[in-house]
């Protein structure tokens, strides 16, 4: 147990922060590269590469905070170095120059928040059942900005997503400078190496599901704004669309120590994949159908609500010790990272070439897939018992 009180209101304001700039990337800047004029597979790619830096970033900045220890320091200068080189982008519109402003600033931006999770659940100790309490506030940051820069972007256009997106990066810096790092957790006398660890059938299962999970979530996130607004939309109902999710979100991270105590992490994330599934089908094929739509996106408090809760009490679970970081890490590199990236990329050929319909049909069977892997071969302590 870590020997601190737990700041509970400064790890808050981080999430706050943190996934109030994931409102503004993730629902706008599609937009934003479509008034700059790309296609949809320029479009793609473009999104791909945050998510691919988000492969490679985590582990490098999670080998350095195991090893060297002071997560913090490396959460602010990945944040600040975030901003700076974000103000490039103001100057940059062609695909190259714009491609390689967005690798660099994402490389930094991914540094930030598996370092930071990491911090949370040395805080928390054995409380780890209470994350959900504090990662809520992350959502409620989510809800308030794509509600209002919605209702922004219908009056101003989309490039105003630039100054408001800098804007909240300097304040993840900011909240980051008022909280200091934990104690390390206890070295654990004769841990396998990490390798070790990798090859356990269940591991390798459950980083294959998250790999699955994030890949059919590809199409949502670089192509759900578009798709709406060229089902006659507008951007501040779009915005009500994004941020609904978030607050289905919102409600199930209240009782989520709940489910994860009585159900355990396995089952939970069985129905989190099935729900998927369902999901994708719905936008996929009654995007005119406001009621259906509505009821897809209030399943987001299952594609990503319960299922990030219970992969992170997986991960908690998994990697102990002085794996903890690489852990974190190995999670957000492997689903958001390269699970995000290919669904961006594939998403953004088959919407030419195929249809919406076909890409979330396809994002709707890569979820079925996961499920079968969960089924057969991810664990818990649970079924250890």
Not at 289 to 306: E, N, P, R, S, Y
Request: hydrophobic letters at 55%; a positive charge; charged letters at 10%.
């Amino acid at each position: 147990m870590n020997g601190h009180p737990l700041p509970y209101w400064r790890l808050s304001s981080f999430y706050f922060c943190y996934f109030a700039a994931l409102g503004s990337l993730i629902p706008f800047w599609a937009l934003y590269l479509k008034q700059l004029g790309f296609d949809a597979v320029a479009i793609g790619e473009l999104m791909a590469i945050p998510m691919a830096t988000k492969f490679i970033a985590p582990y490098v900045w999670g080998w350095l905070g195991d090893h060297l220890g002071h997560r913090m320091t490396i959460v602010r200068m990945g944040s600040l170095l975030t901003s700076l080189i974000f103000l490039g982008v103001f100057w940059l519109n062609g695909f190259w120059e714009l491609g390689l402003a967005m690798a660099l600033f994402s490389f930094f931006w991914n540094a930030v928040l598996p370092q930071f999770e990491v911090v949370t659940l040395c805080y928390l100790g054995s409380g780890v059942a209470r994350y959900a309490r504090i990662r809520v506030w992350g959502s409620v940051g989510f809800i308030l900005t794509v509600s209002l820069l919605g209702v922004a972007v219908d009056q101003k256009g989309p490039a105003i997503v630039l100054p408001v997106l800098l804007g909240i990066y300097l304040s993840i810096w900011l909240s980051s400078l008022l909280i200091r790092d934990p104690d390390s957790p206890s070295p654990i006398e004769g841990q396998s190496s990490i390798v070790a660890l990798l090859i356990r059938p269940e591991v390798i299962a459950f980083f294959f599901v998250c790999f699955l999970m994030q890949a059919g979530h590809g199409a949502y996130y670089t192509f759900f704004s578009i798709y709406m607004e060229e089902a006659g939309y507008s951007k501040t109902v779009i915005g009500q669309f994004w941020a609904l999710g978030v607050v289905a979100e919102v409600i199930v991270f209240l009782f989520m120590h709940r489910l994860l105590q009585r159900f355990g992490a396995r089952k939970v994330l069985i129905v989190s994949l099935l729900m998927a599934a369902l999901r994708w089908l719905l936008i996929g094929v009654f995007p005119q159908v406001l009621g259906l739509l509505l009821f897809a996106q209030i399943l987001h408090a299952a594609t990503f609500g319960t299922f990030h809760a219970s992969a992170i009490h997986l991960v908690h679970h998994y990697f102990t010790g002085r794996h903890q970081g690489r852990g974190q890490a190995l999670y957000s590199s492997l689903s958001f990272g390269a699970g995000g990236a290919v669904g961006s990329l594939y998403s953004g050929f088959l919407w030419i070439e195929a249809g919406p319909t076909v890409v979330f049909t396809v994002a709707a069977l890569v979820s079925m897939l996961a499920v079968v892997i969960t089924w057969f071969w991810v664990v818990d302590e649970l079924d250890r018992r």
